[in-house]
């Protein structure tokens, strides 16, 4: 029998292969079938390696609250939509402005849902 540490090393190793979490269940593509079940036992597990830990160190673009900025929205500085000021919600640690890439500890990130 696969041990659910096997099963994500076989995975991790398939380039075609995606896990991921969306409103608490997991969302698979390209898993081989005899590895579903191992995932299934193991939900709670895999669904805990794959949320952000609240306040890791995350990026503002990658944050449902971040709003883009102009003119170049991957680049340039943007607002965060939980503060009246659009600075990140205090204690920041980290960058003090919400740049896209800037890296940052925040416990109000909310990750945005992935698209695979």
Not at 7 to 26: D, S, V
Not at 95 to 103: I, V
Request: charged letters at 25%; proline letters at 11%; one cysteine or more.
């Amino acid at each position: 029998m696969t041990t659910i540490l096997e099963a994500l090393r076989e995975i991790a190793a398939m380039p075609e292969a995606a896990i991921w979490a969306e409103g608490g269940k997991l969302q698979l593509r390209g898993i081989p079938r005899r590895l579903v079940p191992v995932l299934a036992k193991h939900k709670a597990e895999v669904l805990a390696l794959l949320e952000e830990p609240k306040g890791a160190w995350v990026r503002c673009g990658d944050c449902v609250h971040f709003q883009p900025g102009e003119p170049l929205p991957a680049q340039s500085l943007g607002r965060c939509k939980l503060t009246s000021t659009g600075l990140p919600p205090a204690p920041v640690k980290g960058y003090r402005a919400c740049f896209p890439m800037a890296p940052r500890q925040c416990n109000d990130y909310e990750i945005k849902e992935r698209t695979p």
